[in-house]
């Protein structure tokens, strides 16, 4: 590691880690630590409890948020093949999204007490997040004669924007929960960006449940964007009211 | 006298706690194991913490973070795993935020990195090297001067700093080997 050692650098290095007088740190260290537990005692409250609890708990509420999103969805707002559409192929869909948003979800919800994930992980994850969808988007349908599958009548751009704003508000609810979840706002401005695309990946989701038109074109532009669009404007969010993204 | 009365203390006090054994026990509901691991790394962490924003001004607060971020994150901690690593990781992540939020107030951390010594200005040592090893030190990519801060200057093995880090242990020796050999390099530089 360091096969040629200098002893003029080695020594140098040592008169920089010399800690400094004794009484420089000592003075006010009992106000100090007075302050500090202060601060501790008052960490009450509902959020505060939320983000004290351990990581894995954290990453359930976060799935269970998903889950309900999608069961509301199903409840309320279903798709209108449901009881036609494969379950399987629809339960895979599902599936291999919440999958995928919950690793994303997993990133992001790191403790300060673990480093941040690394550049590759990152942008690999983000890629996936772009990806997953498009792929989906790509495997043919197995019935356009299904109702609702071809969507309406010369209606492909209203029907691509309704899907992309539904998608979207979708999103936020698993963004405001990821957001009381974190207990320290991530550092790096691409696992921000993770953040919102696992939000993203939960609107799409949602999306699945609810839409049922199954062109490639519609879900490329009007599906797949979703989790690509939340990234791009958690970026630009932080680049205008965060600073240099770092 | 006092000598033998120190040796008799040392003799029957018990044995210092470990700082995973205080970390425990303050998990356990022993609030006193906190001000022990205060007592500990207090002025390490004031010292890092100095050393990465430059400033002396925050290191109060930031510190004040690193600890309650331990408060926060005690139900994470898992029994075996040593508790320096996490104290340090924490205190570099609260730097990092609070570097981000300066630079949203509009303070460059680019220009403070490229003009200010990343080291206290209490640090100020005599030893014209040293000057030069800090000047030579704030001019190195971020994840070399870490490593080189984190081993040489707060005492902490490899393998804490690769945890820490959050790079493999070979990652870590080969970032801390090219941050020396730019600082032997400076130096030589600078006597020249």
């Known amino acids: ?246 | 006298m006092s000598l033998l009365l120190r040796i008799l203390l040392a003799a029957t006090s018990p044995p210092a706690r470990t700082d995973e054994e205080l970390f425990a026990a303050y998990r356990d509901g022993q609030a006193a194991a906190f001000d022990e691991l205060w007592r500990r790394y207090e002025a390490p962490l004031r010292r890092y913490a100095r050393r990465r924003v430059g400033s002396t001004d925050e290191v109060d607060e930031l510190v004040q973070q690193t600890f309650l971020h331990l408060h926060r994150s005690r139900k994470d901690f898992k029994q075996g795993l040593p508790l320096r690593p996490w104290l340090y990781t924490i205190c570099l992540n609260v730097c990092r935020h609070h570097l981000r939020k300066r630079s949203r107030r509009g303070i460059s951390t680019e220009l403070h990195d490229a003009n200010t010594p990343s080291v206290a200005a209490h640090d100020i040592v005599a030893d014209e090297d040293a000057r030069r090893v800090r000047a030579a030190l704030a001019e190195l990519p971020e994840h070399e001067r870490i490593v080189i801060e984190l081993h040489w200057l707060h005492g902490l093995g490899m393998k804490e700093v690769a945890e820490v880090v959050g790079a493999g242990l070979s990652a870590v020796k080969v970032r801390a080997h090219r941050g020396y050999k730019r600082l032997r390099v400076a130096l030589q530089e600078e006597a020249a």
């Open chain 1, 1 to 246: 590691m360091t096969d040629e050692r200098d002893p003029r650098l080695d020594a140098a290095l040592q008169a920089l880690a010399r800690p400094p007088e004794a009484s420089a740190e000592v003075e006010g260290a009992e106000a100090r630590l007075g302050a500090t537990k202060q601060a501790v005692a008052s960490e009450t409250g509902f959020v505060t409890t939320v983000r004290q609890l351990p990581t894995p708990a954290r990453l359930a509420i976060a799935a269970v948020a998903m889950a309900a999103l999608a069961t509301i969805v199903l409840l309320v707002n279903a798709r209108a093949d449901l009881g036609e559409y494969p379950a399987l192929r629809l339960a895979m869909e599902g599936a291999s999204s919440a999958a995928l948003a919950l690793i994303l979800t997993s990133v992001a919800l790191r403790g300060p007490h673990k480093a941040a994930a690394s550049s590759g992980v990152t942008w690999g994850l983000a890629i996936a997040a772009v990806a997953l969808p498009a792929a989906l988007a790509l495997v043919p349908p197995e019935n356009l004669m299904l109702p609702g599958a071809k969507g309406g009548e010369g209606t492909f751009v209203k029907d691509v924007m309704a899907c992309f704003l539904y998608g979207s508000a979708a999103a936020l609810p698993i963004l405001g929960t990821l957001a009381v979840l974190q207990r320290l706002p991530p550092t790096r401005a691409r696992v921000s960006a993770l953040a919102a695309a696992g939000a993203g990946l939960g609107g799409v989701l949602a999306l699945q449940m609810h839409c049922p038109i199954a062109l490639r074109d519609h879900l490329l532009i009007g599906h797949a964007t979703v989790p690509l669009a939340a990234m791009l404007v958690i970026l630009l969010v932080r680049r205008a009211f965060g600073g240099k993204p770092r």
